[in-house]
């Protein structure tokens, strides 16, 4: 945007600064959690996917203080296709208005219940 007297135009990120770190904070916390680590550029690497990797699982980290958070059907396949190319397992976490939730499929649910974990 450029304003009137000034010839330096300021880019607007979709993610503040604030939100930024709070997303980081959130992927370490999950790292640490399930015993991974963090994906440098948060997965923007060909060779390394998804925002966290664990020894079993490959994990995708959204964080948002909104109180809504639009999940796209691609968004949630793409990051799972990811975790199965990484022979890991899945999960889409987000933190969401302060809350924190787990999508996983509906056949990984029922084996977590059949298996009694």
Do not use: H
């Not at 503040?16 to 948060?42: C, D, H, I, V």
């Not at 949630?76 to 996983?104: M, Q, T």
């Amino acid at each position: 945007m450029l304003v009137s007297g000034q010839s330096r135009v300021r880019v607007v990120t979709t993610m503040g600064k604030t939100e930024l770190n709070a997303s980081r904070r959130q992927e370490a916390r999950l790292a640490k959690r399930f015993g991974g680590q963090t994906t440098p550029g948060s997965g923007n690497q060909w060779y390394r996917k998804n925002d966290i990797r664990s020894v079993d699982l490959s994990i995708e980290a959204k964080y948002t203080g909104k109180r809504q958070y639009t999940l796209k059907a691609d968004e949630i396949e793409k990051a799972e296709r990811n975790a199965l190319l990484d022979d890991r397992g899945f999960a889409f976490c987000i933190e969401l208005n302060k809350r924190n939730w787990v999508i996983i499929s509906e056949d990984d649910f029922v084996s977590l219940i059949e298996s009694g974990s």
